[in-house]
C-alpha cells in the first residue's frame, strides 16, 4: 500500500510540477492561466507533506517548477501572480525543510550555475536558506560546486542578482566561519569589502539576537 501511494505522490508532484513551469516562465506570460499556480502550488505542499521523501530527480522538478513562480509579479503579473509567488514561497520553504540538505543543493545547483535562468535570483535565496540550515560538513563538501556560479553571477549587471550572491556566501560563513575566506580569493577587491561588510553586520545582529 505504502509503495502506491509513493508512486501516487510523485505522478501528482510531477503533473503539478510541470503545470507551474509551463505558465510560471510562459514568455510571454498570459494573465489568463495564473489563476491556475496557486492551485498547483499548494497541492505541491500538500503531497509533500504526505508524501515527504521523494527521489533526487522529482525533488529537483519540484524547486524548479516553485522557482518558476517566484518573483513572476514583476514581469506583469497581477493579483492572481502575486498570490501564487506567495503560496510557491510558502511551499518551497516547506519542501526544502523536508528534503536532505544534499538533494536542496541538487536541486539549486544548476538553477544558479545558469547565468541566463529566469529562476536565477530566487534560486540564490533560497540556496542561502538550504546554507543555514545545513551541517558544516554538508556546507563544506559543496563548497567546490557551490562557489564557482556565485563567483559567475557575483558579475551580473542586475543588482540584485550580485545583492542574493553577497548574501548567499554571508550564509555560508555563517555556517563555516571563516575556513570560507581562502576560497574567496577570485573575488575582486571591491566585492571583497562588500562581502566582509555584510558578513560584519550579520555577525553584529546575531550577537544583539543572542544577547535578546
Not at 40 to 63: D, F, G, K, W, Y
Not at 84 to 98: D, I, K, T
Not at 141 to 161: D, I, N, R, Y
Amino acid at each position: 500500500r505504502g509503495g502506491v501511494l509513493e508512486e501516487w505522490c510523485a505522478q501528482v508532484l510531477s503533473a503539478a510540477s510541470h503545470r507551474l513551469l509551463n505558465v510560471g516562465l510562459m514568455t510571454p506570460p498570459d494573465p489568463s492561466l495564473d489563476a491556475t499556480l496557486s492551485p498547483c502550488a499548494n497541492l505541491v505542499r500538500q503531497v509533500m507533506r504526505a508524501c515527504p521523501q521523494q527521489s533526487s530527480e522529482v525533488s529537483a522538478t519540484i524547486i524548479e517548477a516553485l522557482l518558476a513562480c517566484c518573483g513572476g509579479s514583476s514581469v506583469g503579473g497581477g493579483k492572481a501572480r502575486r498570490h501564487a509567488e506567495s503560496n510557491a514561497q510558502g511551499a518551497l520553504r516547506e519542501s526544502l525543510a523536508h528534503f536532505h540538505p544534499s538533494l536542496s543543493f541538487e536541486g539549486l545547483l544548476p538553477l544558479v550555475s545558469d547565468p541566463n535562468s529566469p529562476v536565477l535570483a530566487p534560486a540564490l535565496a533560497h540556496l542561502g536558506t538550504v546554507v543555514r540550515a545545513a551541517p558544516p560538513p554538508v556546507v563544506n563538501h559543496q563548497l567546490g560546486g557551490l562557489l564557482p556560479p556565485l563567483f559567475a553571477a557575483f558579475g551580473s549587471s542586475q543588482a540584485h542578482v550580485r545583492k542574493a550572491v553577497v548574501l548567499a556566501l554571508v550564509s555560508v560563513h555563517s555556517v563555516i566561519g571563516d575556513a570560507l575566506m581562502p576560497h574567496l580569493d577570485p573575488l575582486t577587491p571591491p566585492q571583497m569589502k562588500l562581502i566582509a561588510i555584510y558578513i560584519d553586520r550579520n555577525n553584529a545582529e546575531r550577537e544583539t539576537a543572542g544577547l535578546a
